[in-house]
């Protein structure tokens, strides 16, 4: 699987947007860029996943570069309850893999 | 309804026993995973199980840890003469086999202390 660089850690307003990039140059084309959160003391949390179009569900948005080699995961209106480690993950969707988690970005909400 | 499950949700023990992580997987899924988490570390795949295929043991660290999924549901990770280094949190996911994202579901992770 394809290596992520994000930044180690963000803030972001409470209210505000919380955009986090994930660089994933080498991703190749049947690889996923998933995103994982990590809330203190609980297990990982699946967020969204998406190939190359924009995907939106309840939780957030993920925008994939046309090159794909970056993406960005937008929580619209941030609470002091994302404050976590969001891991971006880059996986080939071939079934049910383990996950390979690197060091995340630790997002700081605040009121 | 029920998630994933683990249980003890704390363990300490002494260098050298023997320990069993147990994990209650979310009913029908085929998949199932342990990970582990050391303090200021990343999570580390150890072991995956899918159906009734053979484990992928390929994270596993040394001869001494093991698992096992009984009747394609309940899992447990054991470890042998643990070790100091040992300690951590030791997670669970389950996973639905066929499913479209393929998503795992966590448990909430056993943390063991190795004294």
């Known amino acids: 699987d394809a290596k992520t660089t994000q930044p180690t850690s963000m803030d972001c307003a409470e209210g505000r947007a919380a955009n986090l990039p994930c660089n994933h140059s080498?991703?190749?084309?049947?690889?996923?860029v998933y995103w994982y959160r990590q809330i203190h003391s609980q297990g990982p949390q699946y967020i969204i996943h998406g190939l190359k179009n924009n995907e939106t569900n309840e939780m957030a948005s993920l925008i994939i570069t046309e090159d794909r080699k970056s993406s960005t995961l937008i929580l619209p209106h941030a609470t002091l309850r994302d404050t976590a480690v969001y891991y971006c993950i880059v996986r080939r969707y071939s079934g049910n893999t383990p996950l390979v988690f690197g060091k995340g970005t630790r997002l700081s909400v605040i009121a | 309804g029920a998630g994933v499950s683990q249980s003890p949700s704390n363990k300490v023990t002494e260098k050298g026993k023997d320990v069993e992580l147990r994990c209650d997987p979310i009913s029908g899924h085929t998949a199932l995973y342990w990970y582990r988490q050391s303090l200021g570390q990343g999570l580390e795949f150890l072991i995956y199980f899918q159906g009734n295929s053979a484990p992928d043991k390929s994270g596993l660290p040394s001869d001494r840890f093991s698992a096992e999924r009984t009747g394609g549901s309940v899992s447990t990770l054991t470890i042998q003469r643990t070790q100091q280094e040992d300690s951590a949190v030791y997670l669970c996911?389950?996973?639905?086999?066929?499913?479209?994202?393929?998503?795992?579901?966590f448990g909430p992770g056993t943390r063991l202390t190795v004294t």
């Open positions: 996911a389950s996973g639905l086999a066929g499913g479209t994202s393929y998503e795992q579901y």
């Open positions: 080498t991703i190749s084309g049947n690889e996923y």
